[in-house]
């Protein structure tokens, strides 16, 4: 049975009343693109200043808002609700509708992961790209399989896990931050 993806568009500055309002739909998640401050985030975040091309060329006004909603929920009805909550919050949008096949859920992750030239010797590539330009020089090529990475005490946290116990932090009680440092 095939889901549906609703892509709410929006001026960037009403991002978030936008994802609040979506989550007014479908409690249990959204995902937001919003491109606005790409490179300050990456810098304050994962400490880097290599962004992919295609993600530097994203449209830095509009931010979309990403629902999916499963047959059963009606989405017709989710997309109406919707226009009328925007309208009544006096945002701008336009609501695209897509069916979203179960197998694209277990695949769509890959298209963010391509080789990565390293120095002028060494190519690192998911295991599923098998076409790649080499730049016509010699490169070791290093497959890296999904979920290969090693854990190991006391090294550095990835971005990913500082930017959640960040957030984390945050978002616990008083009481809560006690038990967790052991008080």
């Known amino acids: 049975m095939d889901w549906t993806e609703i892509k709410i ?8 009343t936008a994802g609040d ?13 919003d491109y606005s401050d790409l490179e300050r985030e990456a ?12 993600l530097l060329a994203k449209d830095r006004t509009k931010g979309i808002v990403h629902i999916y909603i499963d047959p059963q929920d009606h989405p017709q009805e989710a997309a109406a609700f919707l226009t009328e909550r925007l309208a009544a ?7 695209d509708l897509t069916p979203c096949k179960n197998a694209d859920w277990e695949n769509n992750w890959k298209q963010y992961f391509h080789p ?3 120095g002028e ?8 790209e098998d076409e790649y330009d080499a730049d016509g020089q010699s490169r070791d090529d290093t497959t890296l399989p999904r979920g290969s990475r090693k854990k190991h005490k006391g ?18 009680s008083p009481a809560r931050r006690g038990e967790r440092n052991g008080r």
Request: proline fraction near 3%; charged fraction near 35%; glycine fraction near 2%.
């Open 9 to 16: 568009t929006v001026d960037t500055k009403d991002i978030d």
């Open 21 to 33: 309002i979506a989550n007014m739909v479908v409690p249990y998640g959204i995902y937001i693109e």
């Open 43 to 54: 810098m304050e975040i994962a400490h880097i200043d290599l962004i992919d091309e295609e």
């Open 89 to 95: 919050a006096g945002i701008e949008n336009e609501i």
């Open 116 to 118: 990565i030239k390293i």
């Open 121 to 128: 010797r060494l190519l690192i590539r998911p295991t599923w």
């Open 155 to 172: 090294r550095r946290k990835s971005a990913r896990r500082r930017l959640r116990e960040r957030h984390t932090r945050y978002s616990l």
